[in-house]
Nanobody
Framework: DVQLVESGGGLVQAGRSLRISCTAS????????IGWFRQAPGQEREGVSC??????????YYARFVKGRFTISRDNAKNTVYLQIDTLKPDDTAVYYC??????????????????????WGQGTQVTVSS
């Protein structure tokens, strides 16, 4: 079965860093574009970042709001994608999901979330940032 499992979330103080993970099973992760999105209570889903598949050099894309605080990376040996979040803010509090995407949707150089019927995502990992 195709599955994505996020982990590494938790309660973190503002200003600290956190790295969350997305481990795939049932498929080879770098054959696909892998994105991260988040959803805060009462809010819409918000695209965060995406890393391209192995059709060429890995390319990373970020949402406009990221402003250098988030870094997406991939460890092919572990079939895992990571999202490093630095200088955490209370506004970063959300459930973070990784998604196997048909495309990394980009507009003006910025990533945005555009889920398609065949996209697959995990159950999410909660990140809570205290002030």
């Amino acid at each position: 079965d195709v599955q994505l499992v996020e982990s590494g979330g938790g309660l973190v103080q503002a200003g600290r860093s956190l790295r969350i993970s997305c481990t795939a099973s049932g498929f080879t992760l770098d054959d696909y574009n892998i994105g991260w999105f988040r959803q805060a209570p009462g809010q819409e889903r918000e695209g965060v970042s995406c890393i391209s598949n192995n059709d060429g050099p890995a390319t990373t894309y970020y949402a406009r709001f990221v402003k250098g605080r988030f870094t997406i990376s991939r460890d092919n040996a572990k079939n895992t994608v990571y999202l490093q979040i630095d200088t955490l803010k209370p506004d970063d509090t959300a459930v973070y999901y990784c998604v196997r995407e048909e495309l990394c949707s980009v507009w003006g150089g910025n990533y945005f979330l555009d889920l398609r019927p065949d996209d697959v995502w995990g159950q999410g990992t909660q990140v809570t940032v205290s002030s």
